[in-house]
């Protein structure tokens, strides 16, 4: 009788404790989620992206996204030269937003703005370019890929497929992630390599300079272009002159895609800037709200991943919808 009294007083203890229990941590859920709530933040989304580019859409249809979940107001801006980037950079800085998501393809040009804006309190997050300096900045977190890593990738399937030469199609001179992809083909292809400079976005310009290039040395058996947009131009520039060069790229867009679908580029290297820039936003309003760092002091990687017509169909939907 008395371990029977004893065993109900043991359960009416345990169940008022796990009523307690439940009670502070529906308090603490609470309390957390009006937290939240309360709070209304800005943000910055600032990249080395030119005007009509579709891998920066993406990046920006992904912040975007992030802003909305999270109640965050987004600004978006660009400039393509080291000092545009470093204005709009400056400019938010003045503006004293809550945030800043920043590309580092000029990694120096940006180095004490960013400095100015970690001194002032403004949590900072490296994407897509400066996988080899936003450490040295004093930036707590960074979202992209190895370029150098992927660059290397693309050499070692070169050397599976037989190719002898490479050319390596630059758009802009000068961007570090842009010469990391061309120094990781040469590390590691076995043929030969060279780097074919062009003036931007023109596409015209970009299809001649690469149709004489082809037509000057008949040798070049495989075309890699560091941008989506550059790889059908590259498709058109190859039959005019006649060669059978083989085209890979950098980055997916819907033509592009469409493309390695029909056969006519081989395959590309995809980094999901659509996952680049929301992680972006996303990890900066986790550290506001939350105190959370991603990623253990390395980059969280968004890539490389290779797409060729064996696994186009799993990502074309996502691609033409501007998520991938």
């Given at each position: 009788m008395r371990l029977l009294e004893t065993g109900r007083r043991y359960t009416k203890l345990l169940t008022a404790a796990l009523i307690l229990c439940l009670a502070a941590a529906g308090?603490?859920?609470v309390a957390f989620a009006a937290d939240l709530n309360s709070k209304h933040y800005k943000f910055a989304f600032i990249t080395h992206s030119g005007p009509s580019n579709t891998f920066w859409d993406q990046a920006r249809k992904g912040a975007e996204a992030a802003a909305e979940k999270d109640n965050v107001d987004l600004i978006y801006l660009h400039g393509d030269s080291p000092a545009k980037q470093a204005a709009k950079l400056k400019n938010v800085n003045t503006q004293h937003v809550d945030g800043i998501a920043l590309t580092l393809a000029f990694p120096e040009?940006?180095?004490?703005?960013v400095a100015q804006a970690l001194d002032a309190g403004i949590p900072v997050v490296g994407v897509n370019s400066g996988f080899d300096s936003w450490k040295s900045m004093n930036i707590p977190m960074y979202v992209g890929q190895d370029e150098t890593l992927a660059g290397q990738a693309i050499g070692k399937?070169?050397?599976k497929e037989g190719a002898k030469k490479a050319l390596c199609v630059n758009h802009q001179q000068g961007a570090v992630q842009l010469a990391a992809r061309c120094k990781g083909i040469a590390d590691t292809f076995k043929g030969e390599t060279e780097t074919l400079y062009l003036n931007g976005f023109d596409m015209s310009q970009a299809r001649a300079r690469i149709m004489a290039k082809l037509m000057q040395d008949p040798k070049i058996d495989a075309i890699v272009t560091l941008g989506a947009q550059f790889a059908?131009?590259?498709v058109d520039a190859a039959k005019r002159a006649g060669s059978d060069a083989?085209?890979?790229t950098f980055d997916l867009n819907p033509r592009t895609a469409q493309l390695i679908k029909d056969g006519k580029i081989a395959w590309a290297v995809d980094q999901q800037p659509w996952l680049q820039g929301y992680e972006a936003i996303d990890l900066l309003w986790l550290n506001l709200t939350n105190g959370d760092t991603l990623g253990g002091?390395?980059?969280?990687?968004?890539?490389p991943a290779f797409v060729t017509q064996d696994n186009i169909d799993q990502i074309?939907?996502?691609v033409k919808r501007g998520t991938r």
């Amino acid at each position: 009788m008395r371990l029977l009294e004893t065993g109900r007083r043991y359960t009416k203890l345990l169940t008022a404790a796990l009523i307690l229990c439940l009670a502070a941590a529906g308090s603490i859920g609470v309390a957390f989620a009006a937290d939240l709530n309360s709070k209304h933040y800005k943000f910055a989304f600032i990249t080395h992206s030119g005007p009509s580019n579709t891998f920066w859409d993406q990046a920006r249809k992904g912040a975007e996204a992030a802003a909305e979940k999270d109640n965050v107001d987004l600004i978006y801006l660009h400039g393509d030269s080291p000092a545009k980037q470093a204005a709009k950079l400056k400019n938010v800085n003045t503006q004293h937003v809550d945030g800043i998501a920043l590309t580092l393809a000029f990694p120096e040009a940006m180095r004490p703005l960013v400095a100015q804006a970690l001194d002032a309190g403004i949590p900072v997050v490296g994407v897509n370019s400066g996988f080899d300096s936003w450490k040295s900045m004093n930036i707590p977190m960074y979202v992209g890929q190895d370029e150098t890593l992927a660059g290397q990738a693309i050499g070692k399937r070169l050397n599976k497929e037989g190719a002898k030469k490479a050319l390596c199609v630059n758009h802009q001179q000068g961007a570090v992630q842009l010469a990391a992809r061309c120094k990781g083909i040469a590390d590691t292809f076995k043929g030969e390599t060279e780097t074919l400079y062009l003036n931007g976005f023109d596409m015209s310009q970009a299809r001649a300079r690469i149709m004489a290039k082809l037509m000057q040395d008949p040798k070049i058996d495989a075309i890699v272009t560091l941008g989506a947009q550059f790889a059908p131009v590259a498709v058109d520039a190859a039959k005019r002159a006649g060669s059978d060069a083989k085209i890979v790229t950098f980055d997916l867009n819907p033509r592009t895609a469409q493309l390695i679908k029909d056969g006519k580029i081989a395959w590309a290297v995809d980094q999901q800037p659509w996952l680049q820039g929301y992680e972006a936003i996303d990890l900066l309003w986790l550290n506001l709200t939350n105190g959370d760092t991603l990623g253990g002091g390395k980059a969280v990687l968004t890539g490389p991943a290779f797409v060729t017509q064996d696994n186009i169909d799993q990502i074309i939907k996502y691609v033409k919808r501007g998520t991938r």
